[in-house]
Each structure stands twice: as structure tokens, then as C-alpha cells.
């Protein structure tokens, strides 16, 4: 197993998976969720009993959130109800 943007530990029958996108804070893009996806599928396996996410010893934020560069560009109007 291995990812481009997260690092995945497996101790006993704990999974630990350390976000590795530190150059954009983390941010939930499509590239880094298609990694963490493909991850947690393949730990999807029955020895493994507990998965834990975490960001780098160090790191600023756990994530940014959703990645802005990859929202829709436009001019579409909110409404307020």
C-alpha cells in the first residue's frame, strides 16, 4: 500500500492514517480524497478493528477544509429565504 498523499501505519489491528498534503494545509482535494478513499478501501479488511485519521506531529490544521481552487467558478446568485 501506497498513497501520495497519506501515510498509513497498521499496528496490531489499529490502522492509523496521517494526512500527508502539507503544502496545501491538508485541503480536501479531489486528488487527496481519491487517496484517502483508496486507503480506507483497502483497509477495509476484518483484521483491522479501529482506523484512526490524524495530521503530522506539527502540523498547523488537521485540514483546510474543501480545496477553493476546485469549487465552481460563476456567477450564480444566493437566494435568502
Known sequence: ???????????QKVAVIEFNYARKLNALSKVFIDDLMQAL?????PEIRCIIL?????????SAGHDIHELPSGTARSTVL
Not at 500500500?1 to 499496528?11: E, F, G, L, P, R
Not at 478501501?41 to 479488511?45: A, H, P, T
Open 1 to 11: 500500500m501506497s498513497y501520495q498523499y497519506v501515510n498509513v501505519v497498521i499496528i
Open 41 to 45: 478501501s483497502d483497509l477495509n479488511r
Open 54 to 62: 490524524r495530521a503530522p506531529s506539527g502540523a498547523k490544521v488537521f
